[in-house]
Every structure is written in structure tokens, then in C-alpha cells.
């Protein structure tokens, strides 16, 4: 009987995996302009009128009751393309689309792989219009090199509030920017706040944590790290010879 329950078990994760299929923003590219394209953002509603990919429908996974709702309207005959901002709310959304019989394409990127890549995204206007977004918040270049140069040693922390990830290095950031004040500026980016920036540092992952040394940046990571890592890296760079 236990061996039955793990035969069953892995056929049905070969199966969820067959139903979802990982791409990237050339794919999309390709399939935004078709009629009747099933392209959901699945973040707020707030982030999609910031700026979205064109003919995407707006989903927000996190309100699960309305997102439930919608989809159970959607045509199963026909894929599904999923996106979020940098792939953990598609990735959920898109396991929840595969075990419900939906062929799901998942645009793990999201839009900040999009705009990294500096493709066109629709912006709606208080009036309900749309246009292509440009435009954003936060940092300009000249500000942000600014700040790498106003200590010998800055670290730059890349982040979003709704980043698991980020959130769970965030204690590590805040202790080292309280303690080692003297040895290592931090500055502290949101994401969202600074979609320009992002794209024209080519960031399209986060957690991201850049150190510079003297306005060059020397070292560079994505994901989590460690305190005793990341100081390691901050006292490389605060020993290291102009």
C-alpha cells in the first residue's frame, strides 16, 4: 500500500511538472499580441496599473477567493501564460493553475525581467486610458552613483517588501548597517520604487546585494548569504587597496 501512495505521488508530480512549462521573455513576446491570449499578472492591482505586458489580465493571487473565481472562468482548452514580478507569486499561481488542468506557462522573470530587458509595458491612467510606461520612481543614475561614492565602502541592498527572500535577509542588513556604520555605508533599494534603476543595472532577480569600493563595484550576489559571508566580502573590500 506504501508503495502504491509513492507511485501515485510521483506520478502525479510528473504530471504537475508536464502542465508547467518555465519561459522566458522571448516567448512572451511571441504570444502577447494573439487574440484572446489567456496572460495573467498575478500581482496587486496597484503594481499592474504601474505598468504591465500588453493584453495581460490582472489576477492578484494573493486575494485567492476572487483569483479562484476567475479562473474558474478561464478556457481549459487553451494555455495559460503567468507572471508576476520576479517569480514567486507565478510560480504559486502556476502550480495551483496546473492542478486544476490548465496547460501553464510560467514567466518565472516577470516584470523584472522585462524590464530589464527594456521591453514596452502598458501603463492605465487615473481616466482608465493606458500608454506605454517609461517612466518610474526613485534613484536616477547620477543620484545612485552619488551615493557609491560618498563611502570609501557601500554595500547596496536590492529588495521589495514582498520578497520572501529579501525579508528574510533583511535582520542581517539592518544589524550590519547599525554596527558597522564606521566600515560600510548600506543603502537600502526597494524594487518597485526603483524600476528605472533596475533596469539600467540589467537586476532581474532579488534579494541582490552589490558592494562597492571607491564607486567600482567589487563584488556581487544574488539570493541569500549569510552574515559571516557577506562580512567577509565588506572587511575583502574595506582591506583592499585603492
Not at 106 to 132: L, Q, V
Not at 166 to 181: D, F, G, S, V, Y
Request: aromatic share 8%; with cysteine; hydrophobic share 35%.
Amino acid at each position: 500500500m506504501r508503495k502504491l501512495c509513492v507511485m501515485l505521488g510521483l506520478i502525479f508530480a510528473t504530471f504537475q511538472l508536464q502542465a508547467q512549462t518555465k519561459i522566458g521573455s522571448a516567448e512572451i513576446e511571441k504570444v502577447k499580441d494573439k487574440k484572446n491570449i489567456q496572460l495573467l499578472d498575478v500581482r496587486t492591482s496597484k503594481e499592474f496599473q504601474d505598468g504591465h505586458i500588453q493584453n495581460a489580465k490582472n489576477l492578484d493571487w494573493n486575494n485567492k477567493e476572487e483569483f479562484k473565481k476567475a479562473v474558474s472562468k478561464l478556457d481549459k482548452s487553451k494555455p495559460v501564460y503567468v507572471y508576476c514580478l520576479g517569480g514567486g507569486r507565478s510560480k504559486q499561481a502556476s502550480a495551483y493553475l496546473a492542478d486544476n488542468g490548465f496547460q501553464v506557462y510560467d514567466y518565472s522573470g516577470g516584470m523584472m525581467d522585462w524590464r530589464s530587458s527594456n521591453k514596452a509595458e502598458i501603463k492605465e491612467n487615473k481616466d482608465g486610458s493606458t500608454k506605454d510606461s517609461k517612466s518610474g520612481k526613485g534613484l536616477t543614475e547620477e543620484q545612485f552613483n552619488h551615493l557609491v561614492n560618498s563611502q570609501d565602502v557601500v554595500l547596496v541592498n536590492y529588495s521589495a517588501v514582498w520578497c520572501g527572500p529579501c525579508q528574510e535577509l533583511k535582520p542581517t542588513i539592518l544589524k550590519i548597517q547599525n554596527r558597522e556604520a564606521k566600515k560600510v555605508k548600506v543603502v537600502r533599494l526597494d524594487a518597485d520604487e526603483n524600476k528605472n534603476l533596475l533596469k539600467q543595472k540589467k537586476i532581474s532577480e532579488i534579494p541582490k546585494l552589490s558592494l562597492y569600493k571607491n564607486g567600482k563595484e567589487v563584488w556581487s550576489h544574488t539570493g541569500i548569504i549569510s552574515e559571516a559571508e557577506l562580512m567577509k566580502q565588506i572587511n575583502k573590500a574595506a582591506n583592499k587597496k585603492s
